[in-house]
């Protein structure tokens, strides 16, 4: 994806649709608009994937949690969006299987009541998958519990049921959607965010006033259909498109962190691996512990915030996190091991204002404003993306007099096409020369995109050796996402193209001068502007390292 072809299409061409958002709701339009053959733009005022759709605890599920509430209070809604989650989890491993894959979580019992309940209840998740369903949970006893997940407490454990869900790469997932709309003729571009909504006579939407935050030009991209994707941000474009628009969002922060591998036992080979979930701790939040890109993935909570915060791991997250994990395991894990988190806003659209967060349906809703014609979505969750945005442009084709089938459910994304579970294998047997994690973090990442990073070595060996001891991230890496994947700072490759600024903190600082030194070459950038760009990010993680210990932290 080249920006300035994109940018020059947005300046020039005129669309049928214009999104405003890249997230997970606003790609996934984009895919399913562009699949359709429509004109479509995107614009995204920070990176794809830099908001709430990057910092999921990174599981495609139906939502036990949900289910456990439906059918305590015999709601319907919940009822449904359990069985519409579960068909779509399906689909996501089918149309981006680099990306998503199953995985088996263990829910522990302390006794025969609990895991009754348990059992019964997972069955009925079982049931409501129907064909969909990946495999049958299991009442495990402690021995088999033990297997799947050594780091368990034995001395607590009664027994586990063990049930399998979908987990994925949210954020190259997110560029995936953005990826296969560009491939469809979407025009796209990142850093650029609205200025204004302009409207015709009628009073309808017809143009956006839009700025490149980057070089600072202001230019206005035509369209007949305005979509607003902006997530917990959509009343902000409501009410700008309409005054009288009342207040629809709500968030919650949802905070996690980050372990290394070897914090807790693994499963040996021979045996799969597991996931902790609890599905309900004493405040009434769920754990999960997740083995995630070779590290452990602890989350998450859910507390009220604003729709307007900046969210970040703070002491008192990561402490809870840690004390509710050691509950359950026989080690354990010390503070000092948290290697990197990240916190982000869960979008809620509200209907009780005084309900808790926790108790609000994960659905969304798909709004036309009937004085400016903004289409907006708002709410939902990843595992739904692809629903919530067939209805959007269902929505969009009815207002263009343009009615075109949905063809997402079955349409291949980027690096998916040729993919299979012996693809990393076939990868490795093609460059025995490379090492193993290397070409399996490819694989796993790329799909069968994995060749064009290689085959960048032929420009310049130097390029397959990793950013940071520690992990398979390689330089090849910074510099095909400059080239294709439309990165332009430091924290679009750090933070999302290659995720270490995620997983571990140390190691991107470790990685950082590298990083900077590559970037620097692909985008032209001077000296000076090389060491600002270096500068100002060593700050950012520094400053993520300092909220999340609550210490002042050094430069290294």
């Not at 990176?47 to 990174?58: H, N, R, V």
């Amino acid at each position: 994806m080249n920006r300035a072809a994109h940018l020059h299409r947005l300046k020039t061409e005129a669309f049928d649709i214009c999104i405003i958002g890249a997230g997970a709701s606003g790609a996934g339009c984009a895919a399913d608009a562009a699949s359709r053959g429509l004109r479509v733009a995107v614009i995204e005022s920070d990176d794809f994937g830099a908001g709430t759709s990057g910092t999921s605890t990174k599981l495609v599920h139906g939502g036990v949690r949900y289910l456990e509430q439906a059918v305590k209070t015999f709601d319907p809604k919940q009822l449904a969006l359990v069985r519409k989650a579960l068909h779509e989890r399906r689909t996501l491993l089918h149309i981006a299987p680099h990306l998503c894959h199953p995985l088996a979580l263990l829910t522990p019992v302390s006794n025969l009541i609990e895991g009754a309940y348990y059992a019964i209840g997972l069955k009925i998740y079982d049931w409501l998958a129907g064909s969909r369903r990946m495999a049958p949970s299991q009442w495990l006893n402690k021995a088999e519990a033990l297997r799947h997940f050594p780091a368990f407490d034995g001395r607590k454990l009664h027994s586990a049921v063990l049930y399998y869900d979908g987990q994925f790469d949210d954020i190259r997932l997110n560029l995936g959607l953005v990826q296969t709309a560009a491939k469809y003729g979407a025009s796209v571009a990142n850093h650029v965010r609205v200025a204004s909504l302009v409207a015709g006579e009628s009073g309808q939407l017809n143009a956006v006033t839009a700025l490149d935050t980057l070089s600072g030009e202001a230019f206005t991209i035509r369209a007949k259909v305005v979509v607003n994707a902006t997530g917990t941000h959509a009343d902000r474009l409501r009410r700008q498109a309409n005054s009288g628009q009342g207040v629809r969002m709500r968030a919650s922060k949802g905070a996690h962190v980050v372990l290394p591998g070897s914090a807790m036992p693994q499963a040996p080979a021979q045996t799969e691996p597991a996931a902790l979930l609890v599905p309900k701790t004493k405040d009434g939040r769920v754990l999960f512990a997740i083995p995630w890109r070779g590290q452990w993935l602890i989350g998450t909570t859910d507390t009220e915030a604003d729709t307007t915060d900046m969210p970040a791991l703070l002491p008192d997250e990561a402490a809870y996190l840690l004390a509710e994990v050691n509950q359950f395991v026989a080690q354990p894990v010390p503070i000092e091991a948290v290697a990197g988190g990240f916190a982000g806003l869960r979008p809620l659209l509200q209907s009780d204002p005084n309900a808790s967060s926790k108790a609000v349906v994960r659905d969304h809703e798909v709004e036309i404003d009937t004085k400016s014609g903004l289409v907006s979505i708002m709410g939902g969750k990843w595992t739904t993306y692809r629903l919530m945005a067939q209805e959007t442009i269902d929505a969009c084709c009815a207002k263009l007099g343009q009615p075109r089938p949905c063809v997402t459910e079955s349409l291949l994304l980027q690096g998916a096409e040729g993919y299979d579970s012996n693809y990393p294998k076939r990868l490795a047997e093609r460059h025995p020369d490379m090492a193993a994690d290397i070409l399996a973090h490819l694989a796993d990442t790329y799909g069968t995109e994995a060749p064009a990073i290689l085959t960048l070595l032929v420009e310049n060996p130097a390029w397959g050796t990793r950013l940071a001891q520690k992990h398979p991230f390689i330089q090849a890496e910074v510099i095909y996402a400059a080239r294709t994947e439309m990165a332009l700072t430091l924290p679009d490759v750090l933070m999302r193209r290659i995720r270490l600024g995620l997983i571990d903190w140390q190691a991107t600082l470790e990685a950082l001068p590298l990083s900077a030194q590559l970037l620097a070459r692909e985008l032209g950038w001077s000296t000076t502007e090389a060491a600002q760009h270096e500068a100002d990010f060593q700050a950012y993680i520094e400053g993520l390292i300092g909220k999340a210990t609550g210490k002042e932290v050094y430069s290294l």
